[in-house]
């Protein structure tokens, strides 16, 4: 891993703590009345589910038609937003432990994706006009840095 341990990217103690919080807000959503609505399939759109099994309060189901495993019910819209607002994990992940790792993974996980990323797109968008590339859940845009960094090379 370029050098890096595992450690250096999830600190046990950093993880083991944001873990922790992390199931502490689950919980608490999944308590709170007129959080969770019940959902078709995110996979398939599939009304048919069997109960999977429960985490964290939340009871996950297999779709009967595609097989995708998927909570349901699951946190509403406005509930998610309340919860990378205001919940103790999100804060953690931000304020504590993405900083405290950032250059470690920026390193050993963004650089290389980044520069392989590039390659395929050399390799098959040959002849293809400039573009955009959009990273969904981008988180603090550390991959998008080595992309253009890398892409700018070529």
Known sequence: MNGFSENEIRPTALLDEYLRLSAEDARRMA??????????CPGCGGHEQRPAFEKNGFSLAHCGDCGTLY????????????FYR??????YWASVFSPAVAEARRTV???PRAARVASL?????????????FDVGAGAGLFLEEFKAVSSET
Do not use: C, N, Q
């Not at 308590?31 to 078709?40: D, I, N, Q, S, V």
């Not at 909570?71 to 309340?82: F, G, K, R």
């Not at 293809?128 to 590339?133: F, K, T």
């Open 31 to 40: 308590e709170t009345p007129g959080t969770l609505a019940e959902r078709r």
């Open 71 to 82: 909570v349901s019910p699951a946190p509403t819209p406005e509930a998610l937003v309340d």
């Open 86 to 91: 205001d919940s103790a994990s999100a804060s």
């Open 109 to 111: 996980i963004f650089a």
């Open 121 to 133: 797109i050399d390799t098959y968008a040959t002849g293809a006009p400039g573009g955009e590339l």
